[in-house]
Nanobody, 126 residues
Framework: QVQLVESGGGLVQAGGSLRLSCAAS???????MGWFRQAPGKEREFVAT????????DYSDSVKGRFTISRDNAKNTVYLQMNSLKPGDTAVYYC????????????????????WGQGTQVTVSS
């Protein structure tokens, strides 16, 4: 069974950077992956997604130009490089997988994904 484990969260000052990692374990396959975040009292929101071979990415408007999603399929790991962080980026960040061998380029809804990690906290201080 596929398991997703996020790491790399922490406390950073506004304007700083963090890189989140999502390591997949279990039966090795390559899936469309996404990053979401959830702040206290808010719904889980889409951040970014990447196709199976990394040929296409998509971002929410709120992070476009600041965040970059990438993947290393040899390491079974997906990354989220976050630059120019703002206090509004504070949230628990989750990685997610669509367990399908079909490639998807625009999976933006939580229900589009069927495997989730446990989340990692990102806190941006002003």
């Amino acid at each position: 069974q596929v398991q997703l484990v996020e790491s790399g969260g922490g406390l950073v000052q506004a304007g700083g950077s963090l890189r989140l990692s999502c390591a997949a374990s279990g039966p090795r396959s390559i899936y469309t992956m996404g990053w979401f975040r959830q702040a206290p009292g808010k719904e889980r929101e889409f951040v970014a997604t990447i196709t199976r071979r990394g040929g296409s990415t998509d971002y929410s408007d709120s992070v476009k130009g600041r965040f970059t999603i990438s993947r290393d399929n040899a390491k079974n790991t997906v990354y989220l490089q976050m630059n120019s962080l703002k206090p509004g980026d504070t949230a628990v960040y989750y990685c997610a997988a669509r367990l399908s061998l079909t490639d998807y380029s625009t999976l933006r809804r939580p229900n589009d994904y069927n495997k989730w990690g446990q989340g990692t906290q990102v806190t941006v201080s002003s």
